[in-house]
């Protein structure tokens, strides 16, 4: 079986693919994460989770079998991508645009072996409660939401402004585990590994 890495450094994507009984090594994969000019949502999840994926192959340099897998999540909004914020401004007004509206979370993955790569976008729908000015700057003081997209997590204290959710959970954490599972056994990867071990 081919050794796996997983080029991110999210520890919600490592604690889900371990979730899932498959093995791996973390890598980093740093890429140049600005949207191109008129490039659709999907698209740009899409070009970003393959391309983490080919600089974590660059990165290792050997020619041993093993395969990378690559991902990338985004908050959308009536069609605009909204990253991670850049300070308590940002955040908040995030968290308003967001307040009382559902909105887009698109997660890509893609799997590398250095002779094919095989990618997926998965689309979730998560619809927000009405958020007030100052919850948005308390939840900002906790710490959370500086490091992820759309400036919330819905496996933390985010969740308590998610009113409702259509599609993946695991795919708004950041790792879709039944596409990525699907995915993987593509490359001959099975998940439930540690099963086999007892």
């Not at 990618?119 to 003081?141: D, T």
């Not at 919330?152 to 993946?168: E, P, R």
């Amino acid at each position: 079986m081919k050794p796996l890495y997983l080029a991110s450094g999210s520890p919600r994507r490592r604690e889900l693919l371990t979730q899932i009984g498959v093995p791996f090594s973390a890598i980093s994969a740093e890429i140049d994460e600005t949207p191109l000019a008129e490039e659709l949502p999907s698209a740009y999840v899409e070009r970003l989770a393959r391309g983490k994926a080919e600089a974590g192959r660059r990165a290792l340099a050997c020619d041993a079998a093993f395969c990378v897998l690559g991902a990338d999540t985004a908050v959308v909004l009536d069609d605009k991508i909204l990253g991670k914020p850049v300070d308590e401004a940002d955040a908040c007004a995030m968290l308003m645009m967001l307040s009382g509206k559902e909105h887009e979370v698109l997660t890509a993955i893609a799997v590398l072996d250095g002779q094919r790569c095989e990618s997926r976008v998965v689309r979730s729908l998560v619809r927000f409660r009405p958020i007030s000015r100052e919850e948005a700057a308390a939840y900002w003081a906790s710490g959370e939401p500086r490091d992820k997209a759309g400036g919330y997590g819905i496996q933390g204290l985010g969740a308590v402004f998610v009113a409702g959710l259509n599609g993946s959970y695991s795919a708004v954490v950041g790792l879709p585990v039944c596409e990525t599972a699907e995915l993987l056994g593509h490359f001959g990867i099975p998940c439930w590994q540690n099963l086999n071990a007892q």
